[in-house]
């Protein structure tokens, strides 16, 4: 009789030993995750729902979403509804389908979707939120060539607006954002939208 008990139980001790590594593993990753300076994370447990959730995260809701779009539970139905999308899917989903965003102005909030491996019989997710700079920074040699108009101009350009967007939110018209653009690309020694894109990442 024991030795047909011995596989079984050696069998559910190692499985016993596995479950709590992961459960280690989870907490060392939420762990480091909570002191993150610049990204908040949240771990949340399907179907169950939210598990915890760094002080960053919490800041990043409160800064991106109204009460009312936080929703009873405080994450947004937006979110939790790719969450619930993706878990559904193979594998989770694609990385592309994994990353959600936001536009602010010259900010964006970024969510990463990651899967853990499931335990208990329920999927386990981390989201990762983050602000991301919208566009590429202007380099700050072309702010001393430029006037201070040009240099919004040529900011609203690396963030890839056209000139309608960039009048827009400057409150000017098409043909004086398309002026102070040419006389920048001449200060700049640059031809197009497309070289100065790619002299301000290069530089």
Known sequence: MLSLLTPVLASALCQSVEL???????????EALSHHQTIGSIMVKLPSGEQTRSERATALLEQWFTPQERGPQGLPPELMERLALLDSMDGGGSHEQRTWKKAGGDTSLKVTFVPLPARDGQTLWV??????QNGVPMPSAWRKRLTP?????????LCYLDNQDIGQRLGCSEATVKKHLQRAFEKLAVENRNMLLYWAVRR
């Open 127 to 132: 989201l990762l939120l983050e602000e991301v």
């Open 20 to 30: 709590k590594e992961k459960v280690a593993r989870d907490h060392q990753l939420m």
């Open 149 to 157: 108009r040009e240099a919004e101009v040529v900011e609203g350009a």
